[in-house]
């Protein structure tokens, strides 16, 4: 057990991140765990397992779980047999005083995550569905796993609730030596943690270095504060020291860096978001820390945590964010591509059934279920051919309900080579903006991506928000090589992606066809057109949709049989402008 | 850790700054015919924790005992149709109770919102009884949406229609129900998981925004004083307690002075240049923002309304209820301080 290997060190972080998460699962919030399907993985379960106490509860929840399941509801068979309303506990109540484990928690739809983050924090689980109230207080850790597949990342309104933030997922067999705590640490620490005393200057280092490392959201230190008291715990002390802090700001803060902290020298006013609203003017200009205070224990907790951001973190920080090309395409076969275009069946609601909204059978007869004795009763005058029929009312019909009808995600891919980059960049930018603001009354997303030099960016990830569209495009970079087959090829991936979960998703194409960047990031012009008319037939295998639109200042042959290979619609727009440009995307999104 | 019930909540007295977000619900507690309240911000800002500190700051309210609606005495003789569950009795009880501030599960099913027949009656014994949902459990309260833009549209448009009338209509198995159901609707979420449908947005009355505080003082204020709450949450609710009444005082007193405060013409005529300089349609806007300024000139013990107290409510009432324009750079919060400034200049 030396520090022989970087992973090692990883590994050596992950196993007291268990052992601290262990000692107080509910106070620490979490683990959020990225990690593909691999025995690092699975040894940090088990060793999770390991330590937790022996009767706290460990439970799964897997992805797509239903609210009957998650939060609760009627056990409807249980219900018939006993005569009275009986209640099936949810997983969410089953987790109490253990710990909740989200299989591939990136594919968690915001509002599943919104039920688990609002039962974190108001400490109680409350059930009112079909027919039943029911709360019950439940305190528990989360376990979500992230299987790191491209840019797919869990809801952030989860991850900032969870202290720690753990990537094994660079770990071979080799960096994965025995862990360092027992279970009995634990247990001893459990018994210690109530009485863990946290001086207020450690408050100030954790809240000072969460601050100059652009962390805007106070849960971090929160979380850390907590954090630090178990690591107290767990060398038997009841004081919160100097290297508690330490350990607490490299495993939860610097994980989420979003800044590299300045040096002491250069006062660092925090750059912050530039969006303050306007009605706290104290608060736009925040002044140096106070000098006086400045002891040297908030240095050294922000250099332990500078010191432990993650290696492509810290490559990351840079302004985009980059999709990588090889990244993997799970969950594009086997999928109805037909039924995509109405969503995803999700649960049914009271409604009657009319063109275009279907009768969920079976959800109808269980509605009806429980009220046959009433029903049998109020019939029992009439006539006796009635009885014995299952009496199904009006009220009981239930229709399916799909996910958000509607829901496209229209991903720009925009040339931004070459000398004509900047002035088609700035249409599509205005392009993109005049489609999100045409689109969200419908709930619509869009995304961009840019390929200039020998790579392709995801430069705004699907989004739905005003606010993080105008940051993304404002940073917009030009010039460089063309790697088209680069561009198709992650507008591939990340169409498919976003069709595995039930969005439908539209590429537009803005370029001139002119690829001389190869597959490999090599130029070469041959080679570059073979490399893009490949990556062109995969998306027309995939069947998606597509709009070509060629910027070239006259229609090139070369762009209009790479249109024809994408299985696109064809546009010539010479030149491009904003309005025109939205115009054609409205009309093909409507064709 | 798991074998006590549930925590109190965190006290409202302890919540450093977020002076906005405090001001629009104080509003909301002194008027609660202002029509609801929009929270909107990033992570972390104490969004949920400010909203569910209400239930232990509001003074108590009378209510007839084993009215499952919740009605006041005098509102017995409103004249509804309420199914069995009538106490239209000679001398009703009366006791104080805590105002209900009903959190809106995520998952809720509508009939648990609207009500429905009662299912154990129902199963046990083939009684046909109405049972209230949460829309009767809000009356004369508060009910808050936590995500409000990730809750079904369709139980969205449900409480907008019983918050802008009042009352909720159930038809069930031959039953037919219609109770009262006036609520404060506070609805929050976060920009960056998509934004509210413009239609929804300006139906509620007042909206904020809030952010993090960047102050360093403050944010260790807030973490120290959150640590201390979770080490020990009885412990700290009692050591608020004092200050926590004194806002309560605070309330009250607002709330027999209202009906008293005068607005002068002036006042009005402020009011709308101020909606006319922002292009809102409607009166909404306008009406919105004289009632919200009462409300302040009221929490301060004011006897009318100046030009300090529309400039304040000014953000809160109007911010929302400008179109949108996607290209300007500027945020509507700044849009309206602009506007705030060329009015009151002239």
């Given at each position: 057990?030396?520090t022989?290997?970087?992973?090692?060190?990883?590994?050596r972080?992950?196993?007291v991140?268990a052992?601290?998460?262990?000692?107080?699962p509910a106070?620490t919030?979490?683990?959020?765990?990225?990690?593909?399907?691999?025995?690092?993985?699975?040894?940090?379960?088990?060793?999770?397992a390991?330590?937790?106490p022996?009767?706290?509860?460990?439970?799964?929840?897997?992805?797509?779980?239903g609210?009957?399941r998650?939060?609760?509801?009627?056990?409807?068979?249980?219900?018939?047999?006993?005569?009275?309303?009986?209640?099936?506990?949810?997983?969410?109540?089953?987790?109490?005083g253990?710990?909740?484990?989200?299989?591939?928690?990136?594919?968690?739809s915001?509002?599943?995550?919104?039920?688990?983050?609002?039962?974190?924090?108001?400490?109680?689980?409350?059930?009112?569905?079909?027919?039943?109230?029911?709360?019950?207080?439940?305190?528990?850790?989360?376990?979500?796993e992230?299987?790191g597949?491209?840019?797919?990342?869990p809801?952030?309104?989860?991850?900032?609730?969870?202290?720690?933030?753990?990537?094994?997922?660079?770990?071979?067999?080799?960096?994965?030596?025995?862990?360092?705590?027992?279970?009995?640490?634990?247990?001893?620490a459990?018994?210690?943690?109530?009485?863990?005393?946290?001086?207020?200057?450690?408050?100030?280092a954790?809240?000072?270095?969460a601050?100059?490392?652009?962390?805007?959201?106070?849960?971090?230190?929160?979380?850390?504060a907590?954090?630090?008291?178990a690591?107290?715990?767990?060398?038997?002390?009841?004081?919160?020291?100097?290297?508690?802090?330490?350990?607490?700001?490299?495993?939860?803060l610097?994980?989420?860096a979003?800044?590299l902290?300045?040096?002491?020298?250069?006062d660092?006013?925090p750059?912050?978001?530039e969006?303050r609203?306007?009605?706290?003017p104290?608060?736009g200009?925040?002044?140096?820390?106070?000098d006086?205070?400045?002891?040297?224990?908030?240095?050294?907790?922000?250099?332990?945590?500078?010191?432990?951001?993650?290696?492509?973190?810290?490559?990351?920080?840079?302004?985009?964010?980059?999709?990588?090309?090889?990244?993997?395409?799970?969950?594009?076969?086997g999928l109805a591509?037909?039924?995509?275009?109405?969503?995803?069946?999700?649960?049914?609601?009271?409604?009657?059934?009319?063109?275009?909204?279907?009768?969920?059978?079976i959800?109808?007869?269980?509605?009806?279920?429980?009220?046959?004795?009433?029903?049998?009763?109020?019939?029992?005058?009439?006539?006796?051919s009635?009885?014995?029929r299952?009496?199904v009312?009006?009220?009981?019909?239930?229709?399916?309900?799909?996910?958000?009808?509607?829901?496209?995600v229209?991903?720009?891919v925009?040339?931004?080579?070459?000398?004509?980059?900047?002035?088609?960049?700035?249409?599509?930018?205005?392009?993109?903006e005049?489609?999100?603001?045409?689109?969200?009354?419908?709930?619509?997303?869009?995304?961009?991506?840019?390929?200039?030099?020998?790579e392709?960016e995801?430069?705004?990830?699907?989004?739905?928000?005003?606010?993080?569209?105008k940051?993304?495009?404002?940073?917009?970079?030009?010039?460089g090589?063309?790697?088209?087959?680069?561009?198709?090829e992650?507008?591939t991936?990340?169409?498919?992606?976003?069709?595995?979960?039930?969005?439908s998703?539209?590429?537009?194409?803005l370029?001139?066809?002119?690829?001389?960047?190869?597959?490999?990031?090599?130029?070469?012009r041959?080679?570059?057109?073979?490399?893009?008319?490949?990556?062109?037939?995969?998306?027309?295998?995939?069947?998606?949709?597509?709009?070509?639109?060629d910027?070239?200042?006259r229609?090139?042959?070369?762009a209009?049989?790479?249109?024809?290979r994408?299985?696109?619609?064809?546009?010539?727009?010479?030149?491009?402008?904003?309005?025109?440009?939205?115009?054609?995307v409205?009309?093909?999104?409507a064709? | 850790?798991?074998?006590?019930?549930?925590?109190?909540n965190?006290?409202?007295s302890?919540?450093?700054?977020?002076?906005?977000?405090?001001?629009?619900?104080?509003?909301?507690?002194v008027?609660?015919?202002?029509?609801?309240?929009?929270v909107?911000?990033?992570?972390?800002?104490?969004?949920s924790?400010?909203i569910?500190?209400?239930?232990a700051?509001?003074?108590?309210?009378?209510?007839?005992?084993?009215?499952?609606?919740?009605?006041?005495?005098?509102?017995?003789?409103?004249?509804?149709?309420?199914g069995e569950?009538?106490?239209?009795?000679?001398?009703p009880?009366?006791?104080?109770?805590?105002v209900?501030?009903v959190?809106?599960?995520?998952?809720?099913?509508?009939?648990?919102?609207?009500?429905?027949?009662?299912?154990?009656?129902?199963?046990?014994?083939?009684?046909?009884?109405?049972?209230?949902?949460l829309?009767a459990?809000?009356?004369?309260?508060?009910l808050?949406?936590?995500?409000?833009?990730?809750?079904?549209?369709?139980?969205?448009d449900?409480?907008l229609?019983?918050?802008?009338?009042?009352?909720?209509?159930?038809?069930r198995e031959?039953l037919s129900v219609?109770?009262?159901?006036?609520?404060?609707?506070?609805?929050?979420?976060?920009?960056?998981e998509?934004?509210?449908?413009p239609?929804?947005?300006?139906r509620?009355?007042l909206?904020?925004e809030?952010?993090?505080?960047?102050?360093?003082?403050?944010?260790i204020?807030?973490?120290?004083?959150?640590?201390?709450?979770?080490?020990?949450?009885e412990?700290?609710a009692?050591?608020?307690?004092?200050?926590?009444?004194?806002v309560r005082?605070r309330?009250v007193?607002?709330?027999?002075?209202?009906?008293?405060?005068?607005?002068?013409?002036?006042v009005?005529?402020?009011?709308?240049?101020?909606?006319?300089?922002?292009?809102?349609?409607?009166?909404?806007?306008?009406?919105?923002?004289?009632?919200?300024?009462?409300?302040?000139?009221?929490?301060e013990?004011?006897?009318?309304v100046?030009?300090q107290?529309?400039?304040?409510?000014a953000?809160?009432?109007?911010?929302?209820?400008l179109?949108?324009?996607?290209?300007d750079?500027?945020?509507?919060?700044?849009?309206?301080?602009?506007?705030?400034?060329?009015?009151?200049a002239?």
């Amino acid at each position: 057990m030396d520090t022989a290997s970087p992973g090692a060190a990883v590994w050596r972080q992950a196993c007291v991140a268990a052992a601290l998460f262990a000692i107080d699962p509910a106070g620490t919030g979490g683990v959020l765990l990225r990690a593909a399907p691999g025995p690092a993985r699975t040894r940090w379960r088990a060793l999770l397992a390991e330590l937790l106490p022996d009767d706290a509860p460990l439970r799964r929840v897997p992805a797509g779980v239903g609210d009957d399941r998650l939060i609760g509801g009627l056990d409807l068979p249980a219900t018939l047999r006993a005569g009275k309303p009986v209640v099936d506990r949810g997983l969410l109540a089953e987790a109490n005083g253990g710990v909740l484990v989200l299989a591939m928690a990136e594919r968690l739809s915001p509002s599943l995550a919104a039920r688990i983050t609002a039962t974190l924090d108001s400490g109680e689980i409350v059930v009112e569905r079909e027919g039943i109230a029911a709360r019950a207080p439940t305190s528990f850790g989360v376990v979500a796993e992230d299987e790191g597949i491209a840019e797919e990342a869990p809801p952030p309104g989860l991850s900032d609730r969870l202290a720690f933030h753990l990537d094994l997922s660079h770990l071979s067999i080799r960096d994965i030596p025995d862990p360092p705590v027992a279970h009995q640490d634990v247990l001893d620490a459990r018994a210690v943690l109530p009485a863990v005393e946290m001086p207020e200057r450690a408050l100030r280092a954790l809240c000072t270095t969460a601050l100059a490392m652009g962390i805007a959201s106070l849960r971090p230190p929160l979380l850390a504060a907590r954090v630090a008291r178990a690591a107290a715990a767990l060398e038997g002390r009841d004081c919160v020291e100097d290297n508690d802090l330490m350990a607490a700001a490299a495993l939860v803060l610097a994980p989420r860096a979003t800044q590299l902290p300045s040096s002491p020298e250069e006062d660092a006013p925090p750059p912050m978001e530039e969006e303050r609203p306007p009605d706290q003017p104290d608060a736009g200009e925040p002044n140096e820390e106070p000098d006086a205070e400045q002891g040297p224990l908030e240095d050294r907790v922000l250099e332990a945590a500078a010191a432990a951001i993650p290696k492509a973190l810290l490559e990351r920080l840079a302004p985009s964010r980059r999709l990588s090309r090889q990244a993997s395409t799970t969950g594009k076969s086997g999928l109805a591509k037909r039924s995509l275009r109405r969503g995803r069946p999700i649960g049914s609601r009271p409604g009657r059934p009319h063109a275009g909204v279907r009768l969920n059978v079976i959800d109808t007869l269980r509605a009806a279920a429980p009220w046959q004795r009433l029903r049998e009763q109020t019939a029992a005058a009439a006539e006796e051919s009635q009885r014995r029929r299952l009496r199904v009312l009006a009220d009981d019909f239930r229709v399916t309900r799909f996910k958000q009808q509607s829901e496209t995600v229209t991903i720009f891919v925009v040339d931004a080579s070459g000398s004509a980059a900047f002035h088609r960049l700035a249409e599509a930018k205005g392009a993109v903006e005049l489609l999100l603001a045409d689109c969200y009354v419908r709930r619509d997303q869009v995304a961009l991506i840019a390929f200039r030099g020998s790579e392709a960016e995801l430069l705004l990830p699907p989004t739905r928000s005003l606010l993080r569209a105008k940051r993304s495009l404002a940073g917009l970079p030009g010039g460089g090589g063309t790697p088209l087959s680069a561009g198709i090829e992650v507008a591939t991936t990340l169409a498919l992606n976003q069709q595995s979960r039930g969005v439908s998703p539209l590429l537009v194409f803005l370029t001139d066809g002119q690829a001389n960047i190869g597959r490999d990031g090599q130029p070469g012009r041959a080679q570059a057109r073979a490399d893009s008319e490949a990556a062109a037939e995969r998306l027309a295998r995939e069947e998606l949709s597509a709009l070509f639109v060629d910027t070239a200042p006259r229609p090139s042959e070369a762009a209009r049989s790479l249109a024809a290979r994408m299985d696109a619609l064809y546009l010539a727009l010479p030149r491009a402008d904003a309005q025109r440009l939205n115009a054609a995307v409205r009309n093909s999104r409507a064709a | 850790m798991s074998s006590r019930g549930v925590r109190p909540n965190y006290p409202f007295s302890a919540i450093v700054e977020q002076e906005e977000m405090k001001l629009a619900l104080l509003i909301a507690a002194v008027d609660p015919g202002i029509g609801g309240v929009l929270v909107f911000g990033e992570r972390g800002t104490g969004k949920s924790t400010t909203i569910r500190a209400l239930a232990a700051l509001l003074p108590d309210q009378k209510v007839v005992v084993g009215c499952p609606y919740g009605r006041a005495p005098e509102e017995l003789h409103e004249g509804w149709d309420l199914g069995e569950l009538d106490e239209g009795g000679a001398k009703p009880k009366v006791v104080k109770r805590r105002v209900p501030v009903v959190d809106l599960p995520l998952g809720v099913t509508e009939d648990r919102v609207v009500g429905a027949l009662d299912l154990e009656r129902a199963l046990a014994s083939g009684e046909k009884v109405f049972e209230p949902g949460l829309l009767a459990r809000a009356h004369r309260g508060f009910l808050y949406i936590d995500e409000v833009n990730l809750l079904e549209d369709h139980i969205v448009d449900l409480l907008l229609d019983v918050a802008a009338s009042g009352e909720n209509l159930v038809e069930r198995e031959g039953l037919s129900v219609r109770h009262p159901a006036r609520f404060v609707l506070v609805g929050s979420g976060n920009p960056e998981e998509g934004e509210l449908r413009p239609q929804l947005l300006d139906r509620f009355g007042l909206s904020v925004e809030v952010a993090t505080p960047q102050d360093i003082e403050a944010r260790i204020e807030v973490v120290r004083r959150r640590d201390a709450f979770e080490q020990d949450p009885e412990g700290f609710a009692a050591e608020w307690e004092k200050d926590t009444a004194k806002v309560r005082r605070r309330i009250v007193s607002a709330c027999n002075k209202l009906g008293t405060v005068a607005v002068s013409e002036d006042v009005y005529r402020r009011a709308a240049s101020l909606c006319i300089a922002l292009g809102t349609d409607g009166l909404r806007g306008e009406l919105t923002l004289v009632r919200a300024a009462r409300a302040l000139a009221a929490l301060e013990g004011k006897k009318e309304v100046t030009d300090q107290h529309l400039r304040r409510v000014a953000p809160l009432a109007l911010r929302h209820r400008l179109r949108r324009d996607p290209l300007d750079e500027a945020g509507s919060g700044v849009r309206v301080e602009r506007a705030i400034e060329e009015v009151f200049a002239a």
